[in-house]
């Protein structure tokens, strides 16, 4: 008995250990390979503008000069590309449309980079570079922007500027605007005065104020919309209208300053795009292709070719146009060509500048001169130099000019861009090698007699010599974090020694490996099923469509295993069928029943929202419920899902507690039916006043806190009168909780997939619970809990995180509880999973609770660790690979919250295992 508490007792350490290490070792990872990416600090000046073209001088003066003297840009957030060239924008934004038709607008398609979010969007407007990809986690809480940048350039010229609009400007340029009204982003469920707020400021500027230059509006109503109802909500109209007469206003005041020989330019573009589900940061063709108008002059462009552009060519246009020097860090190419009809030695001129500009920081490559962009730049210069030093100037070679210099910039912008990014080889190996070492205590079976100091000398010796071996044969790209002196670096290398000395002490402790640990499975697919799925299932994340719809992986899974369910459970009703009356064939009658109402009611939720890359802009079942006029599908769908949830909640619980929280639930589930009704997504109840759905959400958070503070008043009065029942009443209240929130937080159609998800998991747990293994069992929650992440609608690219989520009952902006909410609402499926299973472990398992919460709880940590040991390796290795941020970098992101999150939680199950254990010893 004394050895078992011993050996209980050292796993409980090790796995305290595992959930502090793991998601550390995840973090070093990221580290290594999401480096910020340190842009050069230097602004450019007018001694950048060249004087001369190789010995030839030229009249800078007569060439560079501003060519407008007001400059409007505005920004309209998530403008899609169709919402100006199809049916809807033709519908909504006449006068947008009819100033394209008839040349009075030039119409360009840029292309965005991921993340399609909004605060590196602006960096690439205004800077003229790629931002980071780990920029989509700073989007919340940005710095201001250090390098050089088209406003700054603005300031430093004595232009001044003004802006309205996004808060996200300010904080990027924070004393740049001569005058500025900011509005938060991140409120997303309002769409009215955000915009308002930006528009009452337009008549004083347009017809007052006469002292700026430039101008910047950022519109983020349509971005709102987009999260909360979708891109072909009727809404979407109402706004594209708003904004419509907007470029109107605006379109006649830039006519009148024109007419008056008072030179602007009005320019509409978006920050990034929408998706099909209204969200963004992903990489779809919605997401990334926007459109860009300029109103200024007639129109030169080609109505039948639609002129491509990336976003990050704006910055050098824009600075050619005000007669400013381009940001020192630009690689954008500036397009002029379609927007004013420049004199030939200006149009050559300007294609020099900025291909010299980009040869600057081209030329501190180690090999550019062996590459293509160099040889087009020498081509241009010397057929430029050609053309300057013939007194009349031949027209014959000035094609050639300029495609040679727009080649050499294309080139040296792809280069460049590719170059960009430097991974932290050494850091990457070491995280790697740390998971690898908490895999292996995972699934090690540990002797702790037999540890030396010989032995754990040579686990770090090997642990060294391997980590060198791999960066040997790797690449050595960025400066590696043992060659940096500051403190950060000094910090993680601390770090590093200690968890290497530690995890070779433990790994000197292990005598064999092995998948199940205590029990005997005895059916082959019970040894092999299960681990064989999850080795394949990480050895397919290597390929990018298999990221992209690996809800199909898990659906594949889910459906193999409730049909080799079945089939065993008919086999077994067929042996009895030829006795009479006998109770295991009416058992397994039902079983089987049961198991095809399964299958049944997985064919219809998988169609309840389409997810994925190449099936989700597909017709789904939510969007058949949100078109209908009259709401009453989505109506019954929601009261039928909370009808369920009070139900299985009464059933639960305590017979003493059932007419108290029969009440709670009733109340609770009205507020969510409120905060939908108010959403207009659910049918008006008769007679209730108009209200913005704010109450209602409040008044939830409320009960949740009383609710709350109920169960702790229960749990204490457990511990003084029933100490054994502390660790079932905890996780009870802890689980109502969780299902509270998320079901207020889910779509109102989502809302089913709760009680739902808590019918299959007693189910599937009352026909496996006698007959396989508990490592077994935890798998099957494993895969639930994969398979309700993905019926819920949640994919591998960003645009399907429900940012409104964030909101539900908040009146202001709060990074940490808007963030704590979305993470709830995206990873609800997998914890309930996990609390689900530990709840059903502890009711059959009263006395031995410990020992199983552990082996369950470690079983199950093991098997999420695996993919993500498994995905930094792959990940490394495809990190030159095409699709490496819009496809592959998401997924490690959520990969990395998933488990660190899942570690959160069972450390909180733990704890309160130990608890339990401390109530019980102070109880003998």
Known sequence: MFYHEMEVGKNIAILFYVLLIGPLSITLFLYGFFPLINYDNTIATENDIPKFIENVRVKVDTLYKPMVKKLVVMVIDALRWDFITGSVGKVAMPVTSSLIANSSACLFQSKVQPPTVTMPRIKAITTGTVPSFIDVALNFGGKPVSSDNVLLQAQRYGYKSVFYGDETWLTLFPSLFHRHDGTTSFFVTDYTEVDNNVTRHLQKELHGNNDWTIMILHYLGLDHIGHVYGPFNPLIKTKLREMDNVISKIHSRIQEWNQNNDSSLFIICGDHGMSDSGGHGGSSMPETTVPFIAIG??????????????????????????????????????????????????????????????????????DYKSEYAYQKYLEAIKLHNAWLNTKDHPNDITDDIVLSYKLALKGMKEVLINSMIKYDFHIITVAILFLCHVLCLLIGKASYTSVTLKSTIFFVILNILVWAVINYLGEFEGVSLLRSKNFVAISIILFIATVLIINSYLLASIKHFRVFTHEKAENWERNWLFPLGAFLHAISLSGSSFVEEEHQTWYFYWVTFLTLLLYNSAMKFCLHLRSYRNYKQYLYAQICIKLLLLLIAHRILRNLNNTGDKYAHLPDIADFLIEQESMLGMTILLITALALLIWLDFIHEDKKYKQQSLMFNTIIGACIYLRHMHGNSVAKVPLYPETSGMYEAQIFWVLVAINFANYIYRVALTIKYNGAMFLRITLSSIVRIWIMITAMLHRPHNVILVPLQIIFSGVIHGIINDSIAHQVNTFVYTWMGNVFYFYQGNSNSLATIDVAVGYVGMSSYMPLVNGSLLIINVLSAPVLAYLLLIYHAILKYPYDTREIVTRISKTYITWRLFPVAIYTIIISIQRHHLFVWSVFSPKLLYEAITFAILCLVIFVVMILIIIQKIINKRNR
Do not use: R, W
Request: charged share 15%; with cysteine; aromatic share 12%.
């Open 297 to 366: 002059e007639e129109c030169l462009q080609n109505h039948n070719h639609i002129t491509e552009i990336q976003q990050i060519d704006i910055a050098s246009t824009l600075s050619i146009i005000l007669g400013m020097p381009i940001p020192f860090s630009n690689l954008g190419t500036a397009f002029l060509d379609n927007l004013y009809k420049l004199p030939i030695p200006k149009k050559l001129f300007v294609l020099y500048y900025n291909a010299k500009q980009v040869f600057n920081h081209f030329q501190k490559l180690t």
